[in-house]
């Protein structure tokens, strides 16, 4: 394990990603999913919460880095002093609700210029990107107490990944998973305390134009409109006025640590 070079191994898996689809590192993606992302993880129980709350304190300030629709960042918001959410989506930061004491930066965290706050979490916002190495380096400078980071370890459960398993044979190249995070923090020299947690994916769309758009986006050659369409017509289950793509338990990682000090 000593022989392998971390960095590269992310770069090159991310890199392969790239080919498929932009997905995770295309705001405009984001842009477009945010009403569906909403649906579908505002109603989520969220185990990531739990394992900030020995660190939270109504004297201390967070910045939440990829805050998304503000999942994580309005609940802590109501626990905390201050609460910076940093999103460079417009479509996402729509949905964030305005709290008195939290201050929205429209900005990727590699562009964003923020105070240091106590506490710094970074919610499956890695995936995309291909320089890790700075981007963490930044995290631990930001945060005076503890940073947070979370990924998955399993497969991305998506219904782009059923329809190409069907139509093209495989799911395509892979996200990098949280063990690589886990690996390359150690590289650098972060032994970090980890958690586990587990949790059902369910991904909501208001109807099935949304559905076909959102996984056009990340299914990449091959597409085809007609037979996509009869894929999510079987894989989709009408729950409401709302489809649903069940993507099965999810297993996360959260790399938590004390930054590094210079």
């Known amino acids: 394990m000593g022989e392998i070079d971390w960095v590269a191994r992310w770069q090159k898996v991310v ?18 999913r945010a009403r569906s992302y909403a649906r579908s993880t505002h109603a989520r129980g969220d185990e990531f919460l739990q394992v900030l709350e020995p660190y939270l304190s109504p004297r201390k300030t967070l910045i939440d880095v990829g805050a998304g629709t503000g999942r994580h960042a309005t609940p802590l918001a109501e ?13 996402m930061r729509s949905h964030i609700p305005p709290r008195d004491n939290m201050t929205v930066i429209a900005s990727t965290w590699e562009d964003a ?3 240091p706050a106590d506490l710094v979490i970074c919610s499956h916002v890695l995936y995309g990107v291909a320089d890790p190495v ?26 782009a990944a059923e329809i190409r398993r069907r139509l093209v044979g495989d799911s395509g190249p892979r996200l990098p998973r949280f063990s690589e995070l886990f ?11 980890v958690d586990f947690i587990r949790y059902p994916i ?53 790399a938590h640590w004390k930054p590094q000090t210079s």
């Open 202 to 254: 369910l991904t909501r769309y208001a109807n099935m134009e949304e559905a076909l758009t959102d996984s056009r986006a990340l299914f990449g050659e091959g597409w085809d409109e007609v037979k996509a369409r009869a894929v999510l017509d079987d894989v989709l289950s009408k729950e409401g006025d709302e489809l649903v793509f069940d993507g099965g338990v999810a297993l996360s990682g959260v």
């Open 183 to 193: 690996m390359l923090l150690l590289q650098q020299g972060v032994a970090a305390d």
């Open 15 to 32: 890199a392969d990603r790239a080919t498929l689809a932009s997905g995770h590192a295309d705001s405009g993606y984001w842009d477009r």
């Open 113 to 115: 210029q923020v105070a």
């Open 134 to 159: 700075p981007f963490l380096d930044k995290l631990q400078k930001a945060a005076r107490e503890r940073v947070f980071v979370m990924m998955r370890e399993t497969d991305l459960p998506h219904p």
């Open 79 to 91: 626990r905390l002093e201050w609460v910076t959410a940093v999103e460079p989506s417009d479509g």
